[in-house]
């Protein structure tokens, strides 16, 4: 089975720091993805990325960057924290784009 | 930006009966797919429907896909408790391969 493991369940960190979201996943999958999930606005996509050091933009990439190293790993970096970052991340992979996306366990951040 | 929308965003059903949720989008597809998510946990996927299929089955489950209505379903039979979670569905477009979730529709069903 394939596994997509996000670094942290909960985290807690203070408007201004610099935030880092690790994402691994263990199927050699060329995609890997971004979203963060609020109360009634669904999964939101905010970057992708198809390749090692290739990325795309979602739908809310603005406070946002990425970085894809190693095939592997996609971290999700908040440069300077803010209030309205407060959300449910969620990192997922998969083989091809149209195909089904495997999703970690999802990581709740709260900025204070 | 979202593509499908779930209707009804909330159902509450009694162990043993039908639960339906619909889902509408707007622009071609590639194909539609359906997702679970148990409360604070990661999304998994049910099943995926192409847009040349009507109706597709996994056990309890029952897709169905409408193209010229822009619409499918969601069909799980004898619900059980074990059922209550979130479920999405998800878009893929025919231009891009671009997926899309909507907002969920929240199934809880009382033993």
């Known amino acids: 089975d394939v596994k997509v493991t996000q670094s942290s369940r909960y985290l807690v960190k203070r408007t201004g720091e610099k935030v880092f979201l690790e994402c691994v996943q263990d199927?050699?999958?060329?995609?890997m993805f971004w979203y963060r999930q609020d109360p009634g606005l669904g999964l939101r996509l905010i970057y992708f990325s198809y390749d090692v050091k290739m990325k795309e933009k979602g739908d809310i990439p603005e406070g946002y960057s990425v970085s894809r190293e190693k095939k592997e790993r996609f971290s999700l970096i908040l440069e300077s924290a803010s209030t309205n970052q407060t959300s449910m991340y969620l990192c997922a992979s998969s083989w091809e784009l149209d195909q089904p996306q495997h999703f970690g366990d999802g990581t709740r951040l709260s900025i204070l | 930006s979202q593509q499908g929308e779930e209707d009804p965003q909330a159902l509450s059903i009694q162990e043993g009966e039908n639960a339906t949720m619909n889902c509408s989008y707007k622009?071609?597809?590639?194909?539609l797919q359906w997702y679970r998510q148990n409360s604070g946990r990661g999304l998994v996927h049910l099943i995926l429907i192409r847009s040349n299929e009507r109706e597709k089955h996994s056990g309890r489950l029952r897709v169905t896909l409408d193209t010229s209505k822009k619409s499918s379903s969601l069909l799980i039979t004898a619900s059980r408790a074990a059922d209550t979670a979130s479920y999405f569905c998800?878009?893929?477009?025919?231009?891009?391969?671009?997926?899309?979730f909507g907002a969920g529709t929240r199934l809880t069903v009382k033993p």
């Open positions: 998800a878009t893929v477009s025919y231009n891009n391969n671009d997926m899309r």
């Open positions: 622009t071609s597809i590639n194909n």
């Open positions: 199927m050699d999958h060329e995609n």
